[in-house]
Each structure stands twice: as C-alpha cells, then as structure tokens.
C-alpha cells in the first residue's frame, strides 16, 4: 500500500500570512501516460465531512478560493492557504488515488490561528 | 447533490450492523462510490469501493474480509454491511462519491456521516 506522510502534524499561522502543508508519498503518483499526479487534498472542519479542495495535485475545486493552491509531483507535494483567513482552520488531508485501491490518506494536518 | 447515511447506532462486540446511504441530485447509477470512516479524534481510513454496475468492489485490507459493498442503482442507494464488529470499528461512516471520469478516484462528494458505536 501507498503510505502518505503529511509534516507537519500542525501549524499555527498569523491571519493573513501563509500556511504550508507539505505531504510525501512512499510512491510516485505520477502517471507517466497521462502526466498527471493522482492526489487529492481535503480539508475538514470540527463537526463536518470532509471538503474537496484540490485534485489532481493542482487543479482547485469548483467555488474553492483561489488562495488555496496544490502543487509538486512524483512523491512530494504541498497545498499553500496563500493568505490564511479565519473561516481555514480546519484538518487537512491528503489522499492518494494511484492505481487500483486501497486509496489512502495522509494523517492529517491541523491549522490554527497563532 | 446530497448523500444520507443511516443506520449507525450502538452494538456490541461481535454483532453486525447495515449501513445505507441514500444519494439524490445526481444519476447514481452512473457513479463510483465509496465508505469512508474516520475513528473519533482520528483521520480518515479508505473502507470500500463499489463500481457504478458493481463489476468491481474493493476493500481495505484492514476489514479481513467482513464487510460488504453494494447497491441499489433503482433504489439510488449504497450499503454497507458490517459483520463481526469490533471495538476497532468504532467510527463516523461516510458514504462519498466519485466523480465519474476514468481514473479519478477521489471524492468530490460526501455525506454527513453516521456513528458507528461498537461496546459491550
């Protein structure tokens, strides 16, 4: 099984500033025929189901802001809350979706308001 | 587009429980779906995925073999039995989709989710 690695666990950031969400793969999730990453990131709230941000390791979900962004390939990759707002503090997740399953899922990083 | 899941509760070791998620907005029948579940305070762990004619199903290693996916296109519904329960299984249960183009198997839809209690 694909093993994904989210760092850090948590993070607390300024409102306003940058938040960075780094996440590994033991695998590539490229997929050499078609060029794409098969990665998803998600971010969940207190009390809600998880949210769709970014597929594809860098294409933002319909009605997503645009200061959520995914980018990297291969193994590594990374989703940036460009300018952090009150309303982004949640868990995020990464999930993998190369191949056939089991698809599998990043342990999930927390981010506050420092 | 909404998914409702029902059929959580409490049980006791060893006992079963049948899950079902009700799916409506979209044409079910053209879609791939999958459970989800997520232990309290814990993250998110891939349970099962079911194909839109049920050609193909898959199960996290984990489960050893005592769930089972399907569905019920005319009904729009996806369920989830549960046999053998154990402490372990003790989470909230999504049922979510995918959408429907070929190899994009994350999920752009989920439900609510239902607790699944599992205590003597």
């Known amino acids: 099984d694909i093993v994904m690695t989210q760092s850090p666990d948590s993070l607390a950031v300024s409102l306003g500033e940058r938040a960075t969400i780094n996440c590994k793969s033991s695998?590539?999730?490229?997929?050499?025929?078609?060029?794409?990453?098969?990665l998803a990131w998600y971010q969940q709230k207190p009390r809600q189901p998880p949210k769709l941000l970014i597929y594809?390791?860098?294409t933002r979900e319909s009605g997503v802001p645009d200061r959520f962004s995914g980018s990297g390939s291969g193994t590594d990759f990374t989703l940036t809350i460009s300018s952090l707002q009150a309303e982004d503090v949640a868990v995020y997740y990464c999930q993998q979706y190369y191949g056939t399953p089991p698809w599998t899922f990043g342990q999930g990083t927390k981010v506050e308001i420092k | 587009v909404q998914l409702v899941e029902s059929g959580g509760g409490l049980v006791k070791p060893g006992g079963s429980l049948r899950l079902s998620c009700a799916a409506s907005g979209f044409t079910f029948s053209t879609y791939s779906m999958n459970w989800v579940r997520q232990a309290p305070g814990k993250g998110l762990e891939w349970v099962s995925s079911i194909s839109p004619s049920s050609s193909y199903i898959y199960y996290a290693d984990s489960l050893k073999g005592r769930f089972t996916i399907s569905r019920d296109n005319v009904k729009n519904s996806l369920y989830l039995q549960m046999d053998t329960l154990s402490a372990e299984d003790t989470a909230v249960y999504y049922c979510a989709r995918e959408p429907p183009n070929w190899g994009s198997h994350y999920f752009d839809s989920w439900g609510r989710g239902t607790l699944v209690t599992v205590s003597s």
């Open positions: 695998q590539s999730l490229l997929y050499s025929s078609d060029n794409k990453n098969n």
């Open positions: 594809w390791a860098s």
